[in-house]
């Protein structure tokens, strides 16, 4: 049976790093990062935008659900609200896989200093820092398994998901 796995967490927790590795550790997987659905100049949150997003991940996921050559589909985003794993899941009906919604989860200052690094080479821009530090307490309301990497590092994240879904 296909196995969807969900990952989900604040910015700059680490979840493309994660994702990445994890890939590479499961044979027969694709993976998809809902920041390249919204990878847009200029970038707009509009509902218009929403709603073409959340239709181009869920055909991407239909995508992968339907291809027999792989058995793991590993999908991140930030996905601050069930609600938004609502609208992806209600496309994938007509599918039948093994779900594994996972949210990576940290402290503040394990944030801070993720954060600090990637604004310092230039990835990210300062006003992130407060904004995603805002969202650590949705993501431990949420129903998912969490896995706290404030101190492990992404290899080993990864290795604890691979546990989980196999």
Known sequence: MKKLIMINGTMGVGKSTVCNILFKMLNNSVYLDGDWCWNMNPFVVSDENK???????????????????????????????????????????????????????????????RLDVDVKNGIRKTDVISRSIERISFYEKMDTVKIDVSNITPHETAKKICEIVQ
């Open 51 to 113: 709603e073409m997003v959340i239709n181009n991940i869920s055909y991407l996921l239909k995508s992968y659900l339907n291809n027999s050559g792989y058995k793991y589909i590993i999908f991140c985003w930030v996905m601050h609200d069930e609600a938004i794993f609502k609208q992806i899941l209600d496309k994938l009906k007509e599918f039948d896989f093994e779900l594994h919604k996972v949210s990576l989860v940290c402290s503040e200052e394990s944030l801070k200093n």
